[in-house]
């Protein structure tokens, strides 16, 4: 059976949507943030796929500077008292934190297949150990 040629797909469309990067059909996770095994609809294997902490720090990163600006104009503008803010921005900052996390999970999952991440391997030329002058 041929291999089927598959077209190369926006990542940030497909990352966003939690979708395969190479069909753009199957579903990319299971649950809230675990990767699938293979994608269902072409048999893509996700072993490669290892965002690591990307996604949560991307996701603050965003929602933070952004929770500040909110913060900073409701803050004066409004001047309401500190436990207001417990009440509602503190909630609404994490409600953002979660949100964005599929998502950025998924783009930077479709941006390792598109440039085809690997694992590091790291080789030593020898400046610091054999042939140095230093014994």
Same mark, same amino acid.
């Given at each position: 059976m041929p291999d089927i040629e598959y077209?190369? !797909?926006?990542t940030l469309s497909t990352g966003l949507r939690c979708r395969c990067p190479r069909c753009g059909q199957g579903p990319l996770l299971k649950g809230f943030l675990t990767i699938r095994e293979a994608c269902p609809a072409c048999g893509l294997d996700y072993g490669f796929a290892?965002? $690591?902490? @990307?996604? $949560?720090?991307? @996701? #603050? /990163?965003?929602? @933070?500077?952004? @929770? &500040?600006? !909110? %913060? #900073?104009?409701?803050? %004066? /503008? $409004?001047?309401? =008292?500190?436990?207001?803010? !417990?009440?509602?921005? &503190? =909630?609404?900052l994490v409600l953002g934190c979660l949100g964005v996390l599929r998502p950025l999970k998924g783009w930077l999952v479709s941006e390792?297949?598109?440039?085809?991440a690997a694992p590091p391997e790291f080789e030593s030329i020898g400046g610091h150990g054999e042939g140095s002058k230093w014994r």
């Amino acid at each position: 059976m041929p291999d089927i040629e598959y077209p190369r !797909l926006n990542t940030l469309s497909t990352g966003l949507r939690c979708r395969c990067p190479r069909c753009g059909q199957g579903p990319l996770l299971k649950g809230f943030l675990t990767i699938r095994e293979a994608c269902p609809a072409c048999g893509l294997d996700y072993g490669f796929a290892e965002p $690591a902490d @990307g996604p $949560a720090f991307f @996701g #603050m /990163s965003l929602v @933070g500077v952004l @929770g &500040m600006v !909110l %913060f #900073m104009w409701f803050e %004066f /503008s $409004a001047h309401p =008292p500190i436990w207001v803010h !417990l009440v509602v921005t &503190m =909630p609404l900052l994490v409600l953002g934190c979660l949100g964005v996390l599929r998502p950025l999970k998924g783009w930077l999952v479709s941006e390792q297949y598109i440039h085809k991440a690997a694992p590091p391997e790291f080789e030593s030329i020898g400046g610091h150990g054999e042939g140095s002058k230093w014994r």
